[in-house]
Nanobody, 121 residues
Framework: QVQLVESGGGLVQAGGSLRLSCAAS????????MGWYRQAPGKQREFVAG???????NYADSVKGRFTISRDNAKSTVFLQMNSLKLEDTAVYYC???????????????WGKGTLVTVSS
């Protein structure tokens, strides 16, 4: 149906930057909101940032002012620019897309498999 593939994760020193990308593909009629979640070791998955089709954004308090979410609707891609990274940002980052698969059908949420971000001291 819908595949979401994240890229851009890796190892970075505290204070550094990374840019994550997530491309959606498959039999998609339309994509509504897209976003990023993360899951640190031993913790529950948590919301990081979201963006609507029109570009409205919202962020978790813990990343406001450091992370920026954006999207390219033509390419069905969402990005997460992460600056001033902290040790506590270490996690697997998952993108999601709320998509419809046919005209007048309901919206479902799809998830990528995640990309690991490790912030070292």
């Amino acid at each position: 149906q819908v595949q979401l593939v994240e890229s851009g994760g890796g190892l970075v020193q505290a204070g550094g930057s990374l840019r994550l990308s997530c491309a959606a593909s498959g039999r998609i009629f339309s994509i509504n909101a897209m976003g990023w979640y993360r899951q640190a070791p031993g913790k529950q998955r948590e919301f990081v940032a979201g963006i609507t089709t029109s570009g409205s954004t919202n962020y978790a308090d813990s990343v406001k002012g450091r992370f920026t979410i954006s999207r390219d609707n033509a390419k069905s891609t969402v990005f997460l620019q992460m600056n001033s990274l902290k040790l506590e940002d270490t996690a697997v980052y998952y993108c999601n897309a709320d998509a419809t698969l046919a005209y007048n059908s309901g919206t479902s949420r799809f998830w990528g498999k995640g990309t690991l971000v490790t912030v070292s001291s």
